[in-house]
């Protein structure tokens, strides 16, 4: 969930504009969309006070996301979809009962109890979204966390900087990591880098930053393109509803989503937008996925 400060908005009007009047962009949608796995939701109190839960389902359906991470702030708010379909939304455990908790939940010393309570209670795949900067790296709490993670095999999602990627990993290097973002200032360098320095943990969600990857023209910049062509088994795709105009806006995104996989080669596409986050948190491919 990014803050106030960095998310892009479309920022790039430039792009925006060339994606709406791009005329492969909205063309009439083949019957059978390639499937997405959006690693990065959010449906927290306020948005299912709009927007039910069986809406939300409609939306992920209409728009083929086959499986979807969720996470809640409370917690409690994604219980509901997980019941409704258990087969299609892959929960993630929150740390924050409130929004307040989203710049000290790394105060609480009673937090890791309390997630560890939880987890024994649902059928989680992973914890967070966690926002930590870097005067945060040294929290007791943030430690205790790495450590639940590891111990029970689950993911992090994990809003900060390399230097938090990495006291992660230094932590516990069983630690396995879906870093939102592109990071919180991409570089295509950096990025490389960091996969480099964690080869088998690391992997990044590219969420809110889908204006970032192209051009005036909306043509997938080169530095990006050959960044998931080298490493096509480390990315992966979302949406991120940190609002409720980000679910009502939902279709759009998925669809500029869309526009740039289709400019990778199939099979490198075909990992980012689903397969990756599948076999990161629902286990091997069956030999005959398509």
Known sequence: MPTRTTPDRWAAAGIWVALLLSPSLFAQPSPEPAPLFDTHLHYNADQSEAMPPEAILEMLERHGVEHAVVTGTPPETVDGLARLAPDRIV????????????????????????MERQLDTGNYRGIGELHVVGRDNDSPVLERVVEIAAERDLVLSIHGDLAVIDRIFAIDPRARVLWAHLGTDPDPTVLRAALARH?????????VRDARLLDDAGKLLPSWRALFVDHPNRFVIGVDTFSLSRWQRFGEVTAVIRHWLDQLPPSVARRIGRD??????????QQDTP
Do not use: C, V
């Not at 943990?201 to 590219?206: A, E, K, Q």
């Open 91 to 114: 929960p993630f455990l929150g740390a924050y009962q409130s929004r307040a908790d989203k710049t000290n939940w790394m105060d609480q010393p009673g937090l890791p109890d309390r």
């Open 199 to 207: 080869p088998h943990g690391l992997f990044i969600d590219t969420s």
């Open 276 to 285: 990756n986050a599948r076999e990161l948190l629902l286990g091997p491919l």
